[in-house]
C-alpha cells in the first residue's frame, strides 16, 4: 500500500519546477514529524530530516491554509512561506505542503527601490543645489498643481492654465528672469500668450480685491 502523501509528490514538483530556482516544495508527514518528500531543496534538507519548525504549526491545522509568513533560510535569505494542511478521506490531518518562496532578490531590489524614492531627508549636497536652482522650485510647483488637479500638461483646459499661471504667479515665480520663457516652453504656449494671460488674470485679482467690502 502507497504511502498517503505520495498523490501529492507531483503537486510539489509541478509547484517548484514551475517557480525555480525561487521556490522549495516540501511535504511533511504528520505521523512521523518528517520531511517526506522536498523538490528544488534550497533548504539543506532532505527526506527523512525533522520537519523542525513546521512541526510547530500543528496547533494551526483547523484551518486549510496557514500563512503567508515570513521566515528565514539557513544563509539568512529572506523567505515567504505559505502551507497547505492535506487531510485524509475522513477530515484527517495527515501532512503539510510548505511552499517556501526565496524572496531575497526581490526584497533587495524592492530596498532599493524605497531608497531610491525616500526624499524625505535629501543629501546635503543635492539640497545646497536645488536651494539656488529656480527651475526645480518652477517645476515643483508645476507638479504640485497636476498632483492636486490629478492631470497632466496635455490634459490642461484653458481654465486649469490660468490657475496653475496664477499659483506660478502668487509663488513669485515670474519675478525670476527667465521664468516666463521657461513656463512658455513647457506649457507649449507663446511668451506674448503667458504675459496677455497673466495681465489677465492680475487685472481680475485687483478688480476682486477691490470690490471686496471695507
Known amino acids: 500500500m502507497s504511502h498517503p502523501l505520495t498523490p501529492f509528490i507531483p503537486v510539489c514538483d509541478a509547484v517548484a519546477t514551475l517557480f ?3 521556490v522549495e516544495a516540501v511535504l511533511h508527514d504528520l505521523e ?5 518528500h522536498i523538490a528544488n531543496a534550497f533548504s539543506r ?15 494551526t491545522l483547523d484551518a486549510d491554509v496557514i ?16 502551507t497547505s494542511v492535506l487531510r485524509d478521506a475522513v477530515g484527517k490531518p495527515i ?18 527601490l524605497k531608497s531610491m524614492m525616500n526624499v524625505a531627508a535629501p543629501m546635503q549636497k543635492a539640497s545646497a543645489l536645488m536651494a539656488d536652482d529656480w527651475r526645480e522650485a ?12 490629478k492631470t497632466s500638461l496635455a490634459g490642461l483646459t484653458n481654465s486649469d492654465t490660468d490657475s496653475l499661471l496664477a499659483l506660478l504667479d502668487a509663488r ?16 507649449k504656449l507663446s511668451r506674448a500668450t503667458i504675459y496677455n494671460r497673466l495681465g489677465a488674470i ?11 467690502p471695507r
Open 67 to 82: 500563512g503567508p509568513y515570513g521566515k528565514s533560510n539557513w544563509d539568512g535569505r529572506r523567505l515567504k512561506a505559505i
Open 32 to 36: 512521523t514529524g518528517l520531511i517526506f
Open 172 to 187: 513669485g515665480v515670474f519675478a525670476i528672469r527667465k521664468a516666463v520663457p521657461y513656463v512658455a516652453e513647457i506649457l
Open 202 to 212: 492680475r487685472q481680475k485679482q485687483d478688480a476682486a480685491v477691490q470690490g471686496e
Open 45 to 59: 534538507r532532505r527526506p527523512g530530516d525533522s520537519s523542525l519548525n513546521e512541526a510547530g504549526l500543528v496547533s
Open 20 to 22: 525555480s530556482p525561487h
Open 138 to 149: 518652477v517645476n515643483s510647483v508645476i507638479g504640485e498643481f497636476l498632483a492636486t488637479h
Open 95 to 112: 501532512g503539510l505542503l510548505c511552499i517556501n518562496h526565496d524572496i531575497e532578490a526581490f526584497a533587495g531590489i524592492f530596498d532599493q
